[in-house]
Every structure is written in C-alpha cells, then in structure tokens.
C-alpha cells in the first residue's frame, strides 16, 4: 500500500509534465506565422529564380548573336517589351540587318531562326513585364553596336506579374558589353556588379 502523501506527489508530477490549452494554442500560433513567413520568402525566391532565367537566356541569347555578327553580317535585334509576356511569348529576335543588300550578305542568319522564348512557368496565370527603350539595336561585324544612345545604352528590364524582384540586362553603346544587374527592393534602380 502506498502511502497518501507519496500518491499525491505522483499526480503533482503528471500534472506539471502536461501541456495547457493556452501554451498549445501559442505554440500553434506559433509554428502559423513561422510558416507563413517561409512561405511567403519561397514565394520571393521562386519569382527570383524565374526572373534571373530569363535575364540570364536573354544575356547569352545576345552574346550568340553578337558572336555571329563577328562572322560578317551586321545583326539587328529588336526586344519584344510587353507589360503581361505570358510562356511561350517571344522576348528577343534578330535578323541580318536589312541595310545590307541581299546579294553582298555573307551567309549568316543572326539566329533568326532561333529568336529566344520564355519557357513555360509552372503557373499559366504568371506575366512577365519586359521593357527597354530604344528596342532595336544593331550588333555590327566589328563587335560593337549601333542604334543606342552612347551614354546610356540599353538597359531591359524584366520582372514577374510586375513584382520586385527584377533584373536588368544592359548593353553599353558603343562596345555592345553586356552585363546583368539587379533591382531588388523595387525601387526603379538597377544595380550592376563591379559598378562604384
């Protein structure tokens, strides 16, 4: 037989070891607003991701037509800007630029055949706002480019269902480098590495 003071002293021990209601319902608030706050950051990443596989095809895209430029023909490339790009939409195109007769053309096709897409998204309601100004520039044999404006260039600027964050792929005028930037607050600013 037990004696009634040990018996109650297991009891009292039972019962500090258990959780109340209100210490659940905190922990479960808890773990709530943990997960929305994950949630909510894999969102900003997966729209990161998207954006910067864009503005990355879209710089080696240019650096291949830049490329075939170099073998003769002067390439003209026109941006395709559009505030709602869905999948599938052209961003970029070229062509052997229409200045040159068609008889003293080199056979070079500036990957006309080949103008760069969006690759589709896992959601169909997902836009891309793309824009640059001027729109069409031309990539010449001598590795430098011509219909920009030599002090500021071109810069495209690429983000989704127009929400921060965005990249930028700018060409300067008249080397025709081409660099990635990045705007990741939304503040309308791009920023390129290596830039003081």
């Given amino acids: 037989m037990v004696?009634?003071?040990?018996m109650g002293?297991?009891?009292?021990?039972r019962q500090a070891t258990a959780f109340t209601l209100t210490e659940l319902m905190v922990t479960v608030a808890l773990i709530g607003i943990l997960s929305a706050i994950a949630l909510r950051v894999t969102g900003v990443e997966w729209r990161r991701g998207r954006v910067n596989a864009v503005a990355v095809e879209l710089t080696g895209w240019l650096e291949a037509v830049r490329r075939a430029a170099l073998k003769g023909n002067p390439c003209e490339v026109t941006i395709h800007?559009?505030?709602?790009?869905?999948?599938?939409?052209?961003?970029?195109s070229a062509a052997v630029d229409p200045s040159v007769a068609s008889g003293a053309a080199i056979v070079n096709t500036c990957l006309n055949q080949d103008p760069l897409t969006i690759t589709a998204v896992s959601s169909g309601s997902d836009r891309y706002a793309i824009s640059a100004t001027p729109?069409?520039?031309?990539?010449?044999p001598r590795g430098t480019v011509v219909g920009l404006n030599p002090s500021t260039g071109l810069e495209v600027r690429i983000s989704l269902n127009n929400t921060p964050p965005m990249r930028c792929v700018q060409i300067t005028?008249?080397?025709?480098?081409?660099?990635?930037?990045?705007?990741?607050?939304?503040?309308g600013t791009c920023t390129y590495p290596g830039v003081f």
């Fill in 3 to 6: 004696p009634e003071g040990l």
């Fill in 9 to 13: 002293l297991g009891q009292r021990r």
């Fill in 81 to 92: 800007t559009s505030s709602a790009a869905a999948a599938g939409s052209t961003v970029a």
């Fill in 135 to 140: 729109a069409v520039f031309t990539f010449t």
């Fill in 173 to 187: 005028s008249p080397l025709g480098l081409i660099r990635v930037g990045n705007d990741e607050n939304g503040s």
